[in-house]
């Protein structure tokens, strides 16, 4: 979590505080003055959005950010915020990567936009950081108009980021990257699939697996619109923290990569109670007699190919150990990756403590499981996306039939 500093101002009406993430220093809405009530959100009471919980969230996009810059050199790369807050994701970039990035800052509140340029005068480093004021999908379409395509964009809007898919995908280079975060992650797990239908065009109701099934669906819903400009994507990462979903993908043109991004859509049918599923290709997939559809829940569409993506994946791991940035964060990131590329053809996991319950017994701890399965010839790992869970190529059976063996 970000650390606020001592040191205290009043500019234009406001009370500002310092605050540091990574080693950048920028000034934000004091939030001992403007929380009067504990309880309240500290990011919607402050005069100009500001999360400190979000720190991680702008770790991965620098780490992200690095890796894209030195798999991907270019001589002059541009990046946009479109909904950048108090802009300290952009300050950051700007102090903490050595890399020749232009830098682009965005926010509709007028409140924003002048505190952005208030921090903007104290470094030199940020010269030469551009600020905008305007709504954010007018100015993705403009500079489009204008010809002043992207390469990376970001697009951490609070709430959903499903208004702001469209201009983003219209005008991020070809081999562009694009960072989207989620943070109404309740529709995507499975709580309201009405809104999830109507924002993100898939249909998921409660599940065992909701946080990797809310990642599988907010890519497909990118890439669904992504194909409407006869563009693709590559997803390179997918996480499932705290409150919130981020995934990276690189866009690509051509209507045949297009078309090809619509062979790795299906569903996942699952019984709940035997845990088994299935992943059934396609819109409307040919479902097997041998499935019992009586006993069955259906969700989809997703995309069912590989989330995380091993070359770039590699890469952000030399990044997180590259930068200065909050050593618990980094941990956690490179504990995740590590997880995640270990399994990474694995879709879905098997949470042991829900397992052991029905099997009235308790659950064993997952590294003492992952290390038998191993032992037996299974492909088998920890998940982030569940802590009481793993991944495995194992039948649900031969867990049952471990948990018994290793609890008798």
């Not at 650390?3 to 605050?19: G, S, T």
């Not at 800052?105 to 030199?124: C, G, H, Q, V, W």
């Not at 809007?157 to 898919?165: D, K, N, T």
Request: hydrophobic share 40%; proline share 5%.
């Amino acid at each position: 979590m970000a650390k606020f500093l001592d040191e205290r101002i009043e500019w234009n009406n406001l009370i500002l505080r310092r605050v540091l993430e990574g080693t950048t220093s920028i000034f934000v809405p004091d939030p001992d003055h403007y929380l009067p009530k504990k309880s309240d959100y500290l990011p919607a009471a402050l005069p100009v959005f500001y999360n400190p919980v979000m720190e991680i969230n702008r770790d991965i996009s620098l780490s992200a950010i690095l890796a894209y810059y030195r798999l991907y050199p270019k001589d002059n790369i541009t990046y946009i915020e479109a909904l950048a807050g108090t802009g300290i994701r952009g300050f950051r970039i700007a102090n903490e990567l050595a890399a020749n990035i232009n830098i682009l800052l965005n926010d509709i509140e007028p409140r924003a936009y002048k505190l952005m340029n208030f921090n903007k005068e104290s470094t030199e480093k940020f010269k030469n950081i551009k600020i905008f004021n305007n709504d954010a999908n007018y100015l993705l379409y403009h500079l489009r108009n204008q010809r002043e395509i992207l390469d990376i964009i970001e697009i951490d809007p609070y709430g959903s980021p499903a208004p702001f898919l469209s201009a983003g995908l219209a005008n991020v280079k070809n081999g562009g990257l694009l960072l989207i975060t989620a943070t109404d992650t309740a529709p995507l797990a499975g709580k309201f699939p009405e809104a999830c239908l109507r924002k993100y065009g898939s249909y998921i109701t409660k599940n065992p697996f909701y946080r990797e099934i809310a990642i599988r669906a907010l890519l497909y819903s990118i890439g669904c619109i992504a194909s409407k400009f006869s563009r693709s994507i590559i997803p390179l990462f997918g996480f499932f923290l705290r409150h919130f979903i981020k995934v990276g993908v690189i866009v690509e043109k051509g209507k045949l990569k297009a078309n090809n991004f619509w062979q790795e859509i299906g569903w996942i049918a699952y019984d709940r109670e035997s845990l088994q599923f299935d992943m059934l290709y396609g819109i409307r997939p040919n479902i097997s007699k041998n499935l019992r559809t009586q006993k069955l829940k259906f969700l989809g569409p997703l995309w069912l190919g590989k989330i995380f993506n091993e070359t770039f994946c590699d890469e952000m791991i030399r990044s997180l150990n590259a930068l200065e940035i909050n050593g618990k964060n980094r941990l956690l990131l490179l504990k995740i990756i590590d997880w995640e590329l270990g399994c990474n053809n694995i879709p879905l996991y098997y949470n042991l403590q829900e397992i052991s319950r029905k099997l009235h017994t308790s659950s064993p701890a997952s590294d003492e499981i992952v290390e038998v399965l191993r032992a037996l010839g299974f492909c088998a790992c920890r998940t982030h996306f569940d802590r009481k869970a793993i991944k495995t190529n194992a039948d649900p059976e031969v867990i049952k039939n471990l948990i018994v063996q290793m609890k008798s």
